[in-house]
């Protein structure tokens, strides 16, 4: 057990980051249980604590008799130079024992950006940084969440990752480690992770072999039998039967997202060919209203939590909202609690929801046209009009709203200059109708635009990314052609999307960069007064490896993609479909009520939309 | 209308959390024993309760206050089971006394804080203590206190309740016992005492180190719980 001196907390910011004690966190006995294993995000407690994926594995494993799990979170800068110069070690927030010695330590790998986080956690627990260079008396390093859609850039650092949802294989895995260990651990680490390998959902990197022809990877092969060629995501089918996080841990401090997360549905088949969501979390799957209600003051009861936010990719698509919502507000009417929904659609259904859900509290109002021109919202699939968004903003006016958020990408595919000019037009258009309705100024349209960076598994995995240059001119064109003061533009540093365009769509040999990157002082590369991009360009430097052969080559449709061994379910024929559609700005319809656009999910995953709305039609 | 002012501490598992974090932490608990708390009117409805004194992070209490109104009324027993039940690891319920009519609220009752701190000695314990008579002796002290922007000098001894006394405490420690006023003009947190303490009088203490824990809270001589 590890012990935290008050010098050493009393030195450090927000020492309640380490102290653990919160309400409802689980404490166990290790030496009762059979398997350990200790849940980490790489970044700091209010970024990890606010982390739904797992709030809910925290739950699963901890609801068995046998297995106790624990949370760790990567130091802020302060805790970590304290650690270093007191030779502390990596420990886990509830019974404060050293993070090496757990069975497992499971990554959720959120993006990119935060990857050295990862080497720099496993360097402060002292653990092998390398999977290969790990003994049988280390933790296996698992990886889970959205990045492992193109594990490989981090390939060498994971003994294995779970690809897709993990409440039922993270169990199946568990009991096999337990067999494995009650039976002595028969043929060491290697021979179980062959064993893990058979599991559905399980990639396990140092099983396969990677060829390469220059900067193109031609192959990733299997080089023993348990490792499957193909290796599908996990998809959980029944959502009303599946754990949840009904017990979640309440935090002593302010953390990011500081409210209850009721999950409606997994899944959108809107089929914006940019999101990479979109694609790999398919199919729409739905809780039943009645589930959710049950969830709903479970939750309450056990937290005190006076705030819940209805999440989902798109909430707004609950094929039952504007009943759950009603019934929700009548089941809290004594006990003031406030709900919101995370993103809005654009049509005035959402407007009068947002409107109702706000009885008891205010906020803003954020929409995503995501491009600026018709033209390109339909080569990205997103099915908004103009029209949409006018008559959602005038529904947001009518009903008292002042300010609105509009976000946007720039470095779309076919995007031309006129495209870009076309977002201010369009918060302009915004801005007069305010006047227009309100016969007076005092309106606030917040521009918000992020840099496009193409995506594994999504119909535009083969396009080539803006340069950086290009980028920077676009966001200065925008930026001149936003000329009323009652639009405010921000955008992202596109240096960081750059460094995200050639990891995300990466091959094995950039480990070596992340660590070279590591080495040479990057950590939390995702909060912008750490990121050091000099360091990371050197890093590509040293290594002898262009970024740009990733981000910005241009990738024939027959070339075999580094990712590929790795599947969301979704065909590769669909996404190229996608993509041709996308050229010819043609619309895809969404499958949850319209026609099927026989993208794979189903038949490879045996799985099914289910849709509260179809069922009830 | 009801109200309970409740007797609670705030214990080691929590010695780090702020008094905003601490208001909040109360706040879900009486949510969670489900008691009919009253709420403000308007958009952002407040839960009716109120402290006594903020305490600062890492210091630990034997005994906070808070004051929290009830739309109706609920016996003591209940009251105090329901809300013993749900409170976290840190938070014990000592005391619940319900009242009712007017009473001074607990921020303008509050006049006297007493702390026992535990401190390492990095010196003699006789240098330690020849420093403390030394303060004890002096009328005036200054303590500046460097704010965001600006700096502040205070005047500590004013105050200051009583004599500082001092005694070897535990595991090299040296344990000291202060009594601080809280007044309408504002107050001095120990921490800043023990800061004047090892700059201007000698005592050979290692400051960031130490453990601060707060005994009592008082009003007109007596502990807050007995004001109603």
Redesign the interface.
């Known amino acids: 057990m590890i012990k935290l ?3 050493l ?3 450090v910011s927000k ?2 980051r380490y ?1 653990g ?3 409802n966190a689980v404490n166990k006995d290790h030496k009762l249980m059979k398997c350990s294993w200790a849940l980490a995000l790489p970044d700091v407690y209010e970024v990890g604590m606010s982390n739904l994926g797992l709030k809910i594995l925290y739950q699963v494993l901890n609801d068995r008799d046998d297995t106790v799990a624990e949370r760790v979170y990567a130091p802020w800068i302060d805790m970590e130079e304290k650690m270093r110069s007191e030779g502390l070690e990596l420990w886990s927030l509830e019974s404060f024992t050293p993070v090496k010695t757990f069975d497992f330590v499971g990554f959720s790998l959120q993006y990119e950006m935060i990857y050295t986080n990862i080497l720099n956690m496993l360097a402060l627990a002292k653990i092998p940084q390398q999977s290969a260079a790990r003994g049988d008396s280390d933790p296996f390093i698992v990886g889970g969440g959205p990045c492992v859609y193109n594990p490989e850039p981090v390939a060498e650092f994971f003994d294995l990752f779970i690809i897709g949802e993990g409440e039922e294989v993270i169990e199946e895995l568990t009991d096999s480690f337990i067999e494995w260990k009650m039976a002595q651990c028969p043929g060491g680490r290697t021979a179980f992770l062959r064993r893990a390998a058979q599991i559905e959902g399980i990639y396990v990197p140092s099983l396969y072999e990677v060829t390469y022809d220059g900067a193109k990877v031609t192959g990733v092969t299997p080089i023993v039998p348990e490792a499957k060629t193909l290796v599908y995501k996990r998809v959980i089918k029944d959502m009303d039967a599946v754990t949840f996080a009904e017990k979640p841990v ?1 935090p ?3 953390i990011v997202h500081d409210r209850l997360m009721l999950e409606l549905f997994r899944g959108c088949t809107r089929g914006c060919r940019f999101c990479q969501a979109g694609m790999t979390y398919r199919p729409v799957r739905e809780r039943s209203p009645q589930r959710l209600r049950e969830l709903a003051k479970t939750m ?7 705030e819940m936010s209805l999440t989902s990719l798109s909430s707004a698509d609950y094929s039952c909202l504007g009943m759950l919502v009603d019934d929700l507000f009548a089941d809290f009417k004594d ?2 609690i406030s709900l919101s929904l995370p993103s809005l659609r654009i049509d005035s259904f959402s407007i009068d929801l947002a409107h109702k859900m706000q009885q ?3 906020s803003g109002l954020t929409f995503a046209p995501e491009a600026g021109t018709q033209r390109l919202r339909d080569v990205i699939n997103k099915g908004v009009t103009e029209e949409d968004l006018l008559t959602a903003a005038a529904a947001a006016f009518r009903q008292g709203w002042k300010a609105v958020k509009l976000y946007f990408m720039m470095g779309l595919p076919t995007e031309t200059d006129e495209d870009i000019v076309g977002i201010a037009r369009l918060a302009q258009r915004v801005v007069d109708l305010y006047s227009q309705i309100k016969g007076r100024r005092g309106v606030k349209v917040t521009v918000s635009v992020s840099c496009f960076v193409p995506k594994a598994h999504t119909p535009f995995q083969w396009f080539v990314q803006d340069s950086l240059a290009e980028f920077e001119r676009k966001q200065q064109l925008l930026k001149d052609n936003i000329r009323d003061r009652s639009i405010q533009f921000k955008y992202h540093d596109a240096r960081t999307s750059y460094l995200e365009g050639a990891i995300s769509r990466g091959d094995r040999r950039l480990a070596k960069v992340i660590y070279q990157a590591w080495l040479d002082g990057a950590k939390f590369d995702g909060w912008s007064d750490q990121f050091k991009y000099e360091v990371w360009l050197e890093a590509f430097h040293k290594c002898s490896i262009n970024p740009e052969d990733y981000s910005q080559r241009e990738r024939s449709f027959t070339e075999h993609l580094p990712w590929e061994h790795v599947s969301p379910g979704v065909n590769k024929e669909f996404f190229l479909r996608e993509y041709k559609k996308a050229c010819q700005q043609e619309l895809t319809e969404d499958c949850r009520r319209g026609r099927c656009s026989a993208c794979g999910v189903c038949p490879n995953l045996e799985a099914a939309v289910v849709d509260g709305g179809k069922k009830y039609e | 209308m009801s109200n309970f002012r409740l007797e609670i501490t705030k214990g080691e598992e929590i010695r780090y959390i702020s008094h905003l974090d601490y208001a909040s932490l109360m706040e879900r608990a009486v949510r969670r024993a489900k008691l009919p708390v009253a709420y403000s009117e308007g958009f952002n409805p407040h839960m009716k309760i109120a402290f006594a004194s903020a305490l600062a992070v890492g210091v630990t209490s034997d005994a906070e206050y808070m004051d929290i109104e009830l739309t109706k009324p609920v016996c003591q027993p209940e009251f105090f089971d329901k809300l013993r039940a749900v409170l976290p690891l840190g938070v014990r319920l000592l005391q619940a006394r319900e009242f009712t009519g007017k009473v001074k609220a607990l921020m303008a009752a509050v006049e006297l804080a007493d702390y026992e701190i535990q401190v390492p000695l990095t010196g003699d314990f006789s240098q330690a203590q020849t420093g403390i008579i030394a303060y004890n002796k002096v009328d005036e002290a200054i303590y500046t206190r460097n704010m965001l922007k600006k700096v502040k000098t205070i005047e500590v001894k004013q105050y200051m309740d009583e004599k500082i006394l001092a005694a070897e405490g535990r595991d090299g420690n040296l344990c000291l016992q202060m009594q601080i006023k809280i007044t309408p003009a504002g107050s001095i947190k120990p921490g800043e005492i023990l800061e004047v303490l090892r700059d201007q009088f000698s005592v050979p203490i290692a400051v960031e180190a130490a453990t601060i824990n707060r005994r009592a809270l008082h009003g007109a001589g007596k502990p807050l719980i007995d004001l109603v």
């Open positions: 001196e008050p010098a907390l009393q030195a020492p309640a102290t004690n919160e309400l309440v002593y401090i302010d309450e009861s056990s937290t005190g939590y006076d006990a003031k008891v509290r205010k």
